[in-house]
């Protein structure tokens, strides 16, 4: 009996350590491409004041063997984020990976208790290079460039490990 105890506690402890929990807003199988989607829920990155209105967010998305980070921003302004421009992210070690948008998208409003605020994301697909700096490194600010100015974001120690994780859940 006490073997069986040991065995059951240390699966458990091996599950809590190396266990991921993946949370999905997407998991399902294409019905016209036969593609397979993942896309998880989204994790903050970084804010301002209250956070709000002014805060970036990602989300972790694989279609098939492509894997890509769909950012978001939410602001007090309207703004546009710019095909060429693009999402900076710098670790604690002191590098930066620069990623760029594909495309041009202009913030949508929405009103909330007479107050608005604007917001739109971005497709960002990864490579490999892109996936394992992201995976391996922990990210303490983001730069995302928009037409208005560079919001900056200063990213806390549990956001960073959030981002990890939920990169982890599309490898």
Same mark, same amino acid.
């Given at each position: 009996?006490?073997?069986?105890g040991?065995?059951?506690?240390? #699966? $458990? ?17 294409? +019905?016209? @491409?036969?593609? %397979? =989607? ?6 903050l990155?970084?804010? %301002? ?6 805060? @970036? ?9 492509? %894997?890509?980070? =769909? ?6 302004? #309207?703004? @546009?984020?710019?095909?060429?421009? $693009?999402?900076i992210f &710098?670790?604690?070690? $002191?590098? !930066? ?13 929405? @009103? ?7 917001? *739109? !994301?971005q497709f ?10 992201? !995976?391996?490194?922990?990210?303490e600010?983001? %730069?995302?460039?928009?037409? &208005?100015?560079?919001?900056?974001? +200063?990213?806390?120690e549990?956001? *960073?490990?959030?981002? =990890?994780? =939920? ?5």
């Amino acid at each position: 009996m006490k073997k069986l105890g040991l065995i059951l506690l240390l #699966i $458990g402890s091996w599950a809590s350590i190396y266990g991921q929990d993946c949370k999905f807003n997407v998991d399902k199988v294409d +019905d016209f @491409t036969n593609h %397979r =989607i993942l896309e998880t829920k989204s994790k903050l990155l970084g804010k %301002r004041g209250l956070g709000l209105y002014y805060n @970036t967010y990602v989300v972790a998305k694989k279609i098939d063997s492509l %894997r890509a980070i =769909i950012i978001g921003l939410n602001d007090g302004d #309207i703004f @546009t984020l710019r095909e060429d421009s $693009g999402v900076i992210f &710098k670790f604690t070690n $002191g590098e !930066t990976l620069n990623l760029t948008f594909r495309k041009t998208v202009i913030a949508e409003h929405t @009103t909330i208790n007479n107050i608005t605020f604007w917001h *739109a !994301t971005q497709f960002i697909p990864l490579t490999d290079s892109d996936f394992e700096k992201l !995976t391996n490194n922990a990210v303490e600010k983001v %730069r995302i460039q928009t037409t &208005k100015s560079n919001e900056d974001f +200063d990213v806390k120690e549990k956001d *960073a490990k959030n981002l =990890i994780s =939920i990169l982890n859940c599309i490898k």
